[in-house]
């Protein structure tokens, strides 16, 4: 029988180890600056940002069919900060999927989606391809898809323990498998290594307020410590698709 919305939904918070999405009790005002964006998997790995309201996502309310999202500014430098994140540390398996999209692709410089603070565990575009990095021994790794304006599905998956380079770190755009390409005798490493922080909307590298942050919207973001099997990956993907009514065509 197939699974309703409601019991995938269910079934991602009960077994993510970070479960960010735009759930708040009552909307903020369009245009508010948000402080907290709450862990609904139970673990509490809140995303947080106790600075001013200009360093804070901004949330637009129906942005992504009918839904609200949190809006990130290149120039106004806004993030959130996930600290600490004891549960990503030596970690020899992962997986992470984020729906967001990019608002301005012409912004010079690279813009961060997801990064740790020492530039290890990271999704991000060069300013024209989406790259990756899977852990702080790995290289990074671009693939193929370019900038555009609409949201799209970013699944990031690393098993350490895979056998080849080759196999360890795993990039999905819409349901779809990415080649990547490293530079040559770029190795993957075996863990992810011990870090302190994990932003969402910019670098955490040195200092929040480093240039490469985001110009975008960010809906969702789910983590799991470890590598999902291909079926539960395309089940946290679809229930991403189906909840944010994302059209056929993006995925296409």
């Not at 309201?53 to 992504?64: H, T």
């Amino acid at each position: 029988m197939q699974a309703t919305l409601a019991q995938l939904e269910e079934q991602q918070k009960a077994n993510a180890d970070l479960s960010n999405a735009i759930n708040f009790n009552s909307a903020p005002a369009n245009g508010a600056g948000i402080s907290q964006w709450t862990d609904r998997s139970g673990a509490s790995h809140n995303a947080n940002n106790a600075g001013n309201e200009q360093i804070k996502p901004k949330w637009i309310s129906n942005a992504l069919n009918g839904m609200g999202v949190l809006r990130f500014s290149k120039d106004s430098k806004t993030y959130l900060d996930i600290n600490p994140v004891a549960y990503l540390n030596d970690k020899t398996a992962y997986s992470i999927f984020v729906i967001a999209r990019l608002t301005n692709v012409a912004t010079s410089g690279v813009q961060y989606l997801v990064s740790d603070d020492l530039n290890g565990l990271r999704v991000f575009f060069n300013g024209s391809r989406w790259c990756v990095q899977a852990t702080l021994s790995s290289g990074v790794g671009c693939s193929d898809v370019q900038g555009d304006s609409n949201f799209h599905i970013f699944s990031l998956l690393f098993d350490g323990n895979a056998e080849g380079d080759h196999n360890k770190t795993t990039f999905r755009v819409d349901f779809k498998q990415q080649s990547l390409k490293f530079a040559t005798g770029t190795s993957q490493g075996s863990s992810t290594g011990a870090f302190a922080r994990w932003q969402i909307g910019g670098e955490t590298k040195n200092t929040p307020n480093e240039q490469n942050h985001l110009n975008g919207d960010v809906a969702e973001l789910v983590v799991f410590a470890r590598r999902l099997s291909q079926c539960e990956v395309v089940g946290i993907e679809s229930y991403l698709r189906y909840h944010w009514n994302l059209p056929l065509e993006v995925l296409s």
